[in-house]
């Protein structure tokens, strides 16, 4: 069992979950993702599902309802997302700022007063504004302890054009993280939501898993995800451009949301990033050295290089994990969210590209992510829907992982596409019992959330990867429970921990 303080959740995002109206009267046509997957080309070469957002769950409208489920599992968090270009569907680069820059060309501070704040209020959707205020207030009086995040994969499409990115090579303007001007337009639009929603919000994150956008968007050009291009370089400028991205938030988020919303707060602002593949890549043969090194760069450049710079103010400016300039300006994390779902296993590579020598690992088929579904995995794992290999102990190896930074963990995501319902009983208490069995060795975890209470739009496979704790009917937006996960989740939540019948009912054996 956990302490009575341990938060149990479920996670959400906009973009995801927010459409589905009949009328589409809550459309958001003003993100990269909505032109992405209506895009011809990409529907033509299968690189997206076809499936479009505006024909989902419509939690814009049902979220009241949502709450009331979320709230009959005897949850006590919630996460959700914002989504910046609802907040702003025009470009806020007319609001002028001074930028400070240091010395390697990185944005030190951008500064923001009252002024500033004023004419970024004049050109925000006040209606979305007060949108979100009240998903938050809803949630605030059902009791839950609210997490905004800030970012979760989607730009405004007047920072970002991937259509017109992938088409010219990224020599056009509006090219995203990989532009130096989005780190600027983000910090103005967090200091805006934290002076927005600073009141009723104490707990927030600036991004959620950021080296997905870099990796699938730069350095996977088939994985169906924005601009699908091919560049190395591009990756590089959008790491550091994401890491100081976060450095700025995190100091715009303390400097503008000064109030409490809970009596029980430690502050105002607890501002953290909640991040997904921390130490969970392991080396096909353990005895090889150079698997080992691989799987050790596969770490570091998924999540140690993010993290030494925003809680050490180290920065590998080369790539290597060897050679690091102190950037004391980078530094600041309060917590780390950690989405976990399977696995990497991983062997040696030559370097694929001489820019990013971290790069000397590739993975392993059958393992982990690179699984068939319907299967099992090279270790007689059970396979999901979506091909990831259902493996436990990696939560507990990435809470070990991520408990070395010094900050509070929470389990921000964690759960398995499995539309029939039945992986997805076992796959809950095998986690859960997991992070127990770490917190009993002295791991401190904070809370956990299952992802999601809802199926929902899964990026470019669509609608076809069901995580929902209730099934949705797409026609009549109907949430119709998974019996089996619906109970099983609730009794956890309800005996604060795994109960001893569940246990031996779903790890026969595996427990110690």
Not at 260 to 286: F, H, L, Q, R, T
Not at 359 to 372: D, L, Q, T
Not at 477 to 489: A, L, Q, T
Request: glycine residues 8%; hydrophobic residues 40%.
């Amino acid at each position: 069992m956990v302490s009575e303080e341990f938060l149990w959740g479920v996670g959400q995002s906009g973009f995801q979950f927010e459409m589905g109206d009949k009328l589409r009267r809550h459309i958001d046509p003003n993100t990269d993702w909505w032109k992405w997957v209506r895009d011809p080309f990409n529907i033509k070469k299968e690189l997206v599902s076809g499936d479009l957002p505006e024909d989902g769950i419509n939690n814009y409208e049902l979220f009241e309802n949502d709450h009331k489920l979320a709230k009959g599992l005897g949850l006590n968090a919630y996460r959700i997302g914002i989504e910046w270009s609802r907040i702003f569907p025009w470009p806020t680069w007319t609001v002028d700022t001074e930028v400070e820059f240091d010395t390697y060309g990185l944005v030190k501070d951008v500064k923001i007063d009252k002024s500033t704040l004023a004419e970024l209020d004049r050109l925000a959707n006040k209606e979305e504004v007060l949108y979100y205020r009240r998903i938050i207030q809803n949630l605030r009086e059902l009791g839950f302890k609210v997490f905004v995040n800030l970012n979760h994969f989607t730009l405004p499409i007047w920072l970002h054009d991937p259509i017109v990115a992938r088409e010219k090579a990224l020599t056009n303007d509006r090219i995203g993280w990989v532009s130096q001007r989005t780190v600027v337009e983000f910090a103005k639009y967090a200091a805006y939501i934290a002076h927005a929603l600073g009141d009723l919000v104490d707990t927030w994150s600036t991004f959620n898993e950021p080296m997905v956008v870099v990796e699938l968007g730069y350095l996977a050009p088939y994985s169906g995800f924005p601009p699908g291009v091919m560049n190395p370089e591009a990756a590089k400028l959008a790491i550091l451009n994401m890491i100081n991205a976060h450095a700025l938030a995190y100091k715009m988020i303390k400097r503008f949301d000064t109030k409490k919303a809970d009596e029980d707060s430690k502050s105002p602002a607890d501002v953290g990033i909640i991040y997904n593949n921390i130490g969970v890549a392991y080396p096909k043969d353990p005895n090889d050295p150079k698997d080992v090194k691989a799987a050790e760069n596969d770490n570091y450049f998924h999540s140690g290089l993010f993290f030494d710079a925003i809680h050490k103010g180290k920065l590998n400016i080369e790539f290597d994990g060897e050679n690091f300039v102190k950037v004391r300006h980078l530094k600041g994390n309060d917590w780390i969210g950690l989405n976990y779902y399977t696995r990497e296993v991983v062997r040696y590579s030559e370097p694929k590209f001489p820019s990013i020598p971290l790069i000397s690992f590739k993975g392993v088929p059958n393992y982990g992510y690179s699984c068939r579904p319907g299967t099992t995995s090279a270790d007689g794992m059970p396979v999901s829907d979506i091909g990831w290999e259902v493996y436990p102990q990696g939560i507990y190896d990435s809470i070990v992982e991520a408990t070395k930074y010094g900050v509070p963990v929470y389990v921000t995501e964690n759960g398995v596409a499995d539309s029939a319902d039945t992986l997805r009983p076992y796959y809950i208490v095998s986690h859960v019992s997991k992070i127990e069995e770490a917190i009993e060795n002295g791991y401190p975890v904070k809370g956990y959330m299952y992802w999601a209470l809802t199926d929902n739009y899964e990026w470019a496979l669509g609608f076809s990867m069901r995580f929902g704790l209730y099934k949705v009917d797409l026609i009549s937006k109907e949430r119709i429970p998974r019996e089996r996960s619906v109970e099983i989740y609730r009794r956890i939540v309800q005996s604060n921990g795994v109960p001893k019948d569940i246990k031996e009912e779903f790890l026969k054996g595996e427990e110690k």
